[in-house]
């Protein structure tokens, strides 16, 4: 703006005010702050929103009396924002009016409409800013309209004048022209030629203020008006904001190049943080769903080792499956080794029952074909599919991709994991590498769940194998001695009725099963002589025979699995008073199971032929039984064995 004023001759100052009056911007430096609120031309131009030409003043920045020019900014939607004022320097106009070429004591004068000199010929410091309404050729010139008027002057000289308002907008007349020929030259003279030269430059004078204002408007005015909106919108964020101006090589098509190169700049940083920001975003997203996925194998790490259970475990990998994979539906078919074929085990999203009645035979439908090829089958669009096997499936389900993942355990394929999407689905690499990883957690839950599930059945097998060789052996002790035949068996089912008259927990039952089974097998190690004797045994031999439950101990103590079941034979033979063998224990020292077995055995052996004698009557056990409770044995027993004896039935 300061360049501009310096070009042309006519402007005193350049500025823009804001909408509240306050000037923001002035080619003249300001010395403090200035508010033109009050002027007409911009509160004129502010309601307008249009050109407007102001009153004759003195301008608060260059102390000159000048008339202003007001022309709104307004922004794209047609609201005023501020306005750019140009001040016109009335010092101009009196050079114009001194240059034109007159008749001496002629006079040019510019008004304003409320009759205020701004500018005369001569003596311009005696008039300019003098305001005289009343005076007749004032009246005259200000009433508006061409014309020609015979009146005193000002200075009460009698001239003839021409005059000529200036129209400053629509239907608005802001200045007004006048020039004065003395009557007395023009007497003289006389001549047509004389008045029409007056006329002409009256005419003259107004067409170069109308050139200045045009001049104005379209040469200042307009390019200010487009940089200021220019920047506005550049200020609000628009970047994509051009001056539209010519770059040439004026003052304006210099401003307006720097300023659309700095548009351009500013444009191309701002491309460049938004590009930076959407990378930062992505880090941050691929950091927060590596979390995820950590979180998710964990998950499923922590269902693999707290539960046995493979169907458990699969129904946490497929949450896990549709969680972060965005899965519409899955699934893990396992193999069937017998069979060769692919069965349903778990799945997830699937609205019918379809999916489960499948069995693939390896290398039929995509699934089969991941067992076959050990690797990721994709189907990107399973209608045009043309190995398409469960056609009836993908209808139902409305499917349009599959991935199928081969879960491979130790080299062996145990099944696949079955992702489909009921829409075009394009997996990025980051996706298809944790659905393997996933598909390896699954193999990995599959496979521990085969190895307990085999751990299981070989300790069952075993447990069996254990209990028939035991029942093999007591079978064959029996038979060592032929008169007790049964013997055992009898003793063990008794045993047991009667732990559990004692409350005895099951699995202290089967140990205690196990001991009763075996409570002689210490026998292996004394004489069929004395074993078998008819006759009662000497001291010596009493020797021998009380040493059967030791040797049980011995046999059975280096098998881990028959340890708790050794209570009864190395202890069936002590006595709740203290006098039985081979530790002679007494009372609660005695263990339970041994307490129990005692009763059962001796009533047993008594009720039984021995070699050494015959078989008792029950009434005469019954009371041998009842006469040793507190002696041979422990009476709480004794007490519920007579029970059981007595009313078998409450068994
Ligand atoms: P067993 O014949 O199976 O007897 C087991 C237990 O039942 C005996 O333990 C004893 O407490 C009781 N019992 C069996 N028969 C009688 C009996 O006639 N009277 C009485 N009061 N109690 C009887 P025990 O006494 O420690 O004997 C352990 C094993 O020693 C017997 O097993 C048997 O094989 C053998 N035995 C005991 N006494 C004789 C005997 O007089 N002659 C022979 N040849 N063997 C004997
Ligand atoms: C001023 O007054 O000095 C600034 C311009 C104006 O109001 O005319
Ligand atoms: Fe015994
Ligand atoms: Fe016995």
């Given at each position: 703006m300061a360049a501009r004023i310096r070009e042309t001759t006519y402007y005193a100052n350049i500025g823009v005010a804001d909408l509240n009056g306050n000037l923001v911007c002035s080619a003249v430096p300001l010395s403090g702050r200035v508010n033109v609120a009050d002027r007409s031309y911009f509160w004129r131009a502010v309601t307008t929103a249009d050109f407007a030409v102001g009153e004759y003043l003195v301008d608060r920045v260059t102390g000159k009396g000048a008339i202003n020019f007001g022309y709104p900014v307004l922004d794209a939607q047609g609201h005023v924002t501020g306005v750019v004022y140009a001040a016109l320097d009335l010092a101009w106009l009196n050079d114009f009016a001194a240059n034109a070429d007159l008749p001496p004591g002629s006079t040019i004068t510019v008004l304003d409409r409320k009759g205020t000199i701004l500018a005369r010929f001569p003596d311009p410091d005696r008039w300019v800013g003098k305001t005289e309404p009343e005076a007749p050729i004032v009246a005259a010139i200000v009433k508006g309209g061409e014309g020609t008027a015979d009146a005193p002057g000002l200075d009460a000289v009698p001239r003839l004048f021409g005059f000529v308002p200036l129209r400053t907008g629509p239907g608005e007349t802001a200045l007004f022209l006048s020039v004065g020929i003395p009557r007395a030259a023009a007497l003289v003279e006389a001549t047509h030629h004389l008045i029409r030269n007056a006329l002409l430059v009256t005419l003259f004078g107004a067409l170069a203020l109308l050139a200045a204002w045009a001049g104005g408007s379209h040469f200042l005015f307009d390019p200010v008006n487009r940089l200021i909106m220019a920047a506005e919108r550049l200020g609000r964020g628009e970047l994509t904001v051009r001056s539209g101006l010519p770059h040439d090589a004026g003052e304006f098509g210099r401003l307006a190049s720097t300023f659309d190169r700095m548009a351009t700049a500013l444009e191309g940083r701002e491309a460049q943080l938004e590009q930076a920001r959407e990378a930062e975003r992505q880090e941050r997203e691929h950091a927060e769903r590596r979390l995820r996925h950590t979180q998710a194998l964990h998950a499923i790490d922590q269902a693999i080792t707290g539960s046995l259970d493979l169907r458990l475990t699969l129904a946490v990998v497929l949450d896990q499956v549709v969680a972060?994979?965005?899965?519409?539906a899955a699934d893990v078919l396992l193999v069937d080794p017998h069979s060769q074929e692919l069965y349903y085990s778990a799945g997830r999203?699937?609205?019918?029952?379809?999916?489960?009645?499948y069995r693939l035979r390896f290398g039929e439908g995509d699934a089969g074909r991941a067992v076959l090829d050990r690797r990721t089958v994709t189907v990107a669009d399973l209608t045009k599919a043309a190995d398409f096997v469960r056609r009836h499936l993908v209808e139902e389900e409305g499917f349009v991709t599959a991935f199928v993942t081969p879960l491979i355990a130790k080299g062996q394929v145990a099944g696949v994991l079955e992702i489909f999407q009921r829409r075009p689905f394009q997996p990025t690499a980051e996706w298809l590498e944790f659905l393997e990883t996933l598909g390896g957690q699954a193999a990995v839950a599959i496979d521990n769940a085969a190895l307990f599930q085999g751990l299981q059945r070989a300790n069952l097998d075993l447990t069996l194998a254990y209990d028939t060789t035991l029942e093999g052996w007591s079978k064959a002790l029996d038979l060592r001695d032929k008169e007790t035949e049964g013997h055992t068996q009898r003793v063990t089912e008794l045993t047991v009725r009667l732990a559990r008259g004692v409350g005895l927990r099951e699995e202290e039952i089967v140990h205690l099963r196990r001991g009763a089974l075996l409570h002689d097998i210490g026998m292996m190690g004394i004489s069929e002589s004395i074993l078998l004797k008819p006759g009662p045994l000497t001291d010596e031999e009493w020797g021998i025979m009380k040493k059967h439950p030791v040797y049980a101990f011995e046999l059975l103590a280096p098998v881990a699995h028959l340890r708790p079941a050794l209570d009864i034979p190395y202890s069936h033979h002590e006595k709740w008073d203290g006098t039985g063998y081979p530790r002679g224990l007494r009372g609660n020292q005695i263990p339970l199971a041994a307490r129990v077995f005692a009763v059962a055995d001796v009533w047993d052996a008594l009720r039984s032929d021995r070699p050494y004698r015959a078989a008792w009557p029950q009434e005469r056990a019954l009371d041998y039984i009842r006469e040793q409770a507190g002696r041979h044995f422990d009476p709480a027993i004794v007490e519920v064995f007579l029970r059981l004896v007595e009313h078998p039935a409450q068994d």
């Open positions: 972060e994979l965005h899965a519409d999203g699937f609205r019918g029952n379809t999916i489960m009645a």
